[in-house]
Structure formats: C-alpha cells, structure tokens
C-alpha cells in the first residue's frame, strides 16, 4: 500500500531554515507528483508546494515563495521542501501528498 513519511520537522527560531523529507512507497514514485500542505491551528490545510515527474512543473503557494524550496530525489524515492527564513505564520504540521494518500504529518513551530 501507498505509504508517505515525512520528518525534519520541529522548533526553529524565527529567521531560521528546516529541510523537510517526505520518503515514499507503493507506488511509482518518479511518475507521480508530489505535494506539500500545511495546516495551522484554526486553519484550513493549504497546499505549500508541489512538484512534478523530472523536467515537469514547480509551483508553489503564494506565502512561501521565495523562500521555500520543493526537490525530489527519484533514486530515493523521497521529496524534500527546504524552508528558509521562515517566520511565525510558518508553524503549522506539514504533510506529505501523492497519488490521493497524506503522510502523518511533521510539526514545525517557529517561535523565540
């Protein structure tokens, strides 16, 4: 069965950077895109970021851009979203989306 688990997740200072990683399984995995959502306390979950197949698009959410950063590593079958100076309107769990399926989710809390 489809499996997505992300991590890299947890307390960053604001101004600071995380790497989140999303490793995946069952399916395959350099034919589909991959996402990121967010989703804050109180807040519907918003899409952050997504990727296509290799030479396929990038798009990104209009808070994040220009300082979020979606990848994929095909020979790992792992995504990755790179988040630099990030701010407080950051946290939120983060979570991983493929082929209708959603990972756990990561928790990033940007606070002093």
Known sequence: ????????????????????????SGFPFSKRAMRWYRQAPGKEREL???????GG???????????????????????????????SDDTAVYYCNAVESWGQGTLVTVSE
């Open 1 to 24: 069965q489809v499996q997505l688990v992300e991590s890299g997740g947890g307390l960053v200072q604001p101004g600071g950077s995380l790497t989140l990683s999303c490793v995946a």
């Open 48 to 54: 952050v970021a997504v990727i296509g197949t290799p």
């Open 57 to 87: 698009f990038i798009r990104y959410g209009d808070s994040v851009k220009g300082r979020f950063t979606i990848s994929r590593d095909n020979t790992k079958n792992t995504a990755y979203l790179q988040m630099n100076n990030l701010t």
